[in-house]
């Protein structure tokens, strides 16, 4: 049965509910995201959280529980983050939440934070090494790990409400404010020498790197509408950070890609960014819409521990789109088992030079071909292909994510070409051949298992008198797939340019 919980994120900007249903194989989705702008950073007071910013608070928990109560959800993990744990009267506040709503608030340490935005880095993303930075309204978290494994971590006591504070004093930061911020920042990081010229990605989490990578995107009219892995050089960074700087306020509000209620702060955290970069010695940043909360989730599903090898990542997520779209999974993993068959037995026979990574693609896009299927089945390459490229499958590249529409929903080099045209900032030319080959593939894959009872259970490639026969071991004579195999098979010969046939051979043959 599906259970489903909240987690509450009580941020020094921002307040979040998130609402999750998990399966019985604990696979998750997102049914509901809530965000209140509190700027909690902005009420402390000599230490303290002011009347305004527990009145804020309150009354942001009380519309939660109701939500929460609307939907009759009582599992809530609810944590506070760095205006709560800095001021004097954090734990006073928590109680009068508990008083009021019922909801128990924990209040995380900054190793905690970190801990937590590492995790969620290492649960959806497909790097090795790396630093993560996860700036908030009052704190940053900063993380380095190695071979998927964190080494270090640390929280600094300032965020983007509280730089903004003390380094900027008008709506267009000047160069003054922002030396000082240099400094104050160059400082701060090298009390970490660990973070010294790295040369590694650094992954940025939060409002403000989802911010930046939307500014990026709508500057280049980048073709893709996803942020989570979205990769920007030192160089974007800083061309930015310099045109924003130098906006009045009202203009910054008007600037694609920036939340209003953002752009008074959002100098001072693309500068944190355009800093670390600089001190690590980093040429790229990657974008994680994947954070704290994701990072809690993770814990309260699978465990505290990141999964050492992407293939854990990948495999959890293409298990919950097929959960998702209710695809037949006994008929996915006998095309999986088909294609890979023929692309393995291809490679053995020196009749391509593909490897892992393509292996990779097509073995996803196999076991996800039918998604679109759930909405409507006549034009389900259009759904499956709009799907992939637009919900987010963990563990991929945008690139990867696109490669694997295109192979899933290919039907047809018409459709392959507008494909390809939308997307030709991210999947460049030469990717047709790719798609093209493997696509076809894929198709005779599925063809071979189109009664969806499994009756092909083997395939074996042979050369004879100088063209290739597909033998295809089966159960019976006469299977529908025999009947529907020439046509495919013959587009597959000229996209390979192979003559390919094939030769049924029932199992009472092999006795």
Sequence with gaps: MNRKFGVIDLGSNTARLVVYEVDAQGLVTEVDNVKRGLRLSNHLRDGRMDDEGVRKTL?????????????????????????????????????????????????????????????????????????????????????????????????????????????????????????????????????????????????????????????????????????????????????????????????RRQVPGISKDRADVIVAGIAVFDS???????????????????????????????????????????????????????????????????????????????????????????LLHDVGRMINVHESAEHTFYLLSHVLLAGYTHRERLLIAMIASFKSNKLLQCQLTQHADIVPKAGKNVVEKLGHLLIVARMLDRSLSQAIHTTRLVEEAGQWVIECQGVLDGLLEYSMLDEPLAKLSKAWKLPITFRPVTDTDKT
């Design 276 to 366: 670390l970069l600089k001190h690590a010695g980093s040429e790229e940043l990657f974008i994680s819409s994947k954070g704290l909360r994701d990072g809690i989730l993770y814990e309260h599903v699978w465990g505290a521990d990141a999964p050492a090898d992407i293939r854990e990542v990948r495999e959890r997520s293409i298990q919950q789109f097929m959960n998702r779209y209710q695809v037949d999974k006994p008929h996915s993993y006998q095309v999986k088992n088909h294609a890979l068959s023929l692309f393995d037995q291809l490679l053995a026979h020196g009749l391509h030079k593909y490897g892992p990574p393509e292996r990779g693609i097509l073995e996803a896009a196999s």
């Design 59 to 251: 009354h942001a928990m009380r519309q939660y529980k109701e939500l929460l109560d609307a939907r009759s959800i009582s599992d809530v993990i609810a944590v506070a983050t760095a205006a709560v744990r800095q001021a004097e009267n954090g734990d006073e506040l928590i109680r009068r939440i508990q008083q009021e709503t019922g909801i128990t608030v924990r209040i995380l340490s900054g190793d905690d934070e970190a801990r937590y935005g590492n995790l969620a880095v290492l649960s959806s993303m497909n790097v090795g090494d790396g630093i993560t930075i996860d700036i908030g309204g009052g704190s940053t978290e900063i993380t380095y790990f190695q071979n998927r494994q964190l080494q270090k971590s640390v929280s600094f006591p300032f965020g983007i409400v509280t730089l903004t504070r003390m380094f900027f004093h008008s709506e267009i930061p000047d160069e003054t404010g922002q030396s000082a911020l240099r400094h104050f920042l160059s400082r701060s990081f090298s009390s970490c020498p660990w973070l010294i010229n790295k040369q590694c990605p650094v992954i940025a989490i939060g409002g403000t790197a989802r911010n930046l990578a939307k500014i990026h995107q709508r500057s280049v009219q980048y073709s893709m509408d996803s942020f989570h892995h979205y990769p920007m050089s030192a160089g974007q960074v800083a061309s930015i950070l310099d045109h924003v700087s130098q906006l009045p306020l009202e203009e």
